[in-house]
């Protein structure tokens, strides 16, 4: 692509409100700050590896998505939690938390990852009470 600055899979909006993009990530840094909300989660997963201004345009442009969802839907905002990431993949957090834990330094044996391994599930697929089965 001569000439073209942007890397490949990305581009550049030419057209356009230029007041959208500053006014977006005002709202993205707000939001990022909000405890226990999917903005937050989403800030705090792609600061650790992109940076904090990465992640809060990335957190912009979710807020972007969302609201353009909301106009075309005519439907209303449902917070996604901030334990939606984990809760996507149990097993990919327990995996993350295991590795975590062995390089602290702690070994063991196998039932610690069986443990782990169940509470992931339990997360998933919690009891029923107050239900007949």
Same mark, same amino acid.
């Given at each position: 692509?001569?000439?073209?600055?942007?890397? /490949?899979?990305?581009?550049? $909006?030419?057209?356009? #409100?230029?007041? +959208?993009?500053? &006014?977006?990530?005002?709202? !993205?840094?707000?939001?990022?700050?909000?405890?226990?909300?999917?903005?937050?989660?989403?800030?705090?997963?792609?600061?650790?590896?992109?940076? /904090?201004?990465?992640?809060? $345009?990335?957190?912009? #442009?979710?807020? +972007?998505?969302? &609201?353009?969802?909301?106009? !075309?839907?005519?439907?209303?905002?449902?917070?996604?939690?901030?334990?939606?990431?984990?809760?996507?993949?149990?097993?990919?957090?327990?995996?993350?938390?295991?590795?975590?834990?062995?390089?602290?330094?702690?070994?063991?044996?196998?039932?610690?990852?069986?443990?782990?391994?169940?509470?992931?599930?339990?997360?998933?697929?919690?009891?029923?009470?107050?239900?007949?089965?």
């Amino acid at each position: 692509m001569g000439g073209s600055h942007t890397a /490949p899979g990305r581009y550049r $909006v030419k057209n356009g #409100a230029p007041w +959208l993009k500053p &006014v977006l990530v005002q709202c !993205a840094w707000v939001a990022s700050r909000k405890k226990n909300s999917y903005f937050e989660a989403q800030y705090l997963r792609l600061k650790a590896r992109r940076g /904090p201004k990465k992640a809060v $345009v990335a957190v912009a #442009a979710s807020i +972007l998505t969302t &609201v353009y969802h909301m106009l !075309a839907d005519g439907t209303c905002y449902q917070d996604l939690g901030a334990d939606h990431f984990a809760r996507r993949n149990p097993a990919r957090t327990a995996a993350k938390l295991a590795s975590r834990i062995r390089n602290l330094g702690f070994t063991g044996n196998g039932r610690a990852r069986l443990v782990l391994v169940k509470a992931a599930w339990h997360y998933r697929h919690p009891p029923r009470i107050g239900r007949e089965k």
